[in-house]
């Protein structure tokens, strides 16, 4: 099953309709996989061929699409909510953030596990999921002197 058909099961079995809008905004996902799309993003691209979807379908769309776990919301601080999809091992995913330039990089290694273990042995609270956001610059904004 594809990514596409199994987000098209997601939505029937909650009652929803895969609708054009809905596609178009699916498919900048499916095409941008690493881009931690703002909403602004999203319709930026979407406007260049569908002109019709405005702003607020796309953060209805936005809303709907991480209601039902398709979307994980992140915030990087720098007051914009971005989305990605959610992936079946995504709990093994943290982010790098450059303060110079804005650009976030995915560290996939997950270094977090053992403390995880601790803690829900010691409060007996079942951790599902956890976000680890590090805040630097990136080798290029270094290399220009933007790391200051």
């Known amino acids: 099953m594809t990514c596409f058909e199994n987000i098209k099961d997601r939505l029937k079995a909650k009652e929803y309709k ?3 809008q809905r596609k178009v905004i ?13 909403a602004e993003d999203v319709y930026q691209i979407v406007k260049k061929t569908h002109p ?3 702003l607020a379908t796309v953060y209805r769309t936005l809303d709907l699409l ?6 994980k919301k992140i915030n ?15 709990h093994h995913h943290h982010h790098l953030i450059c303060l110079s330039c804005g650009e976030v990089t995915e560290f996939g290694e997950d270094l977090l596990e053992g403390l995880e273990t601790t803690i ?13 956001k590090f805040y ?9 002197g933007n790391d200051k």
Do not use: W
């Open 120 to 132: 829900t042995r010691s409060s007996g609270f079942k951790i599902v999921d956890h976000q680890l």
């Open 136 to 144: 630097g610059y990136c080798s290029k904004c270094q290399e220009k």
């Open 76 to 90: 990087f601080g720098d007051g914009r909510l971005r989305y990605e999809f959610i992936q079946e091992d995504d």
């Open 18 to 20: 895969m609708t054009p």
């Open 26 to 38: 699916i498919d900048v996902f499916t095409q941008n996989q690493q881009g931690h799309l703002s």
């Open 52 to 54: 019709e979807l405005g």
């Open 66 to 71: 991480a209601e039902l776990d398709i979307l």
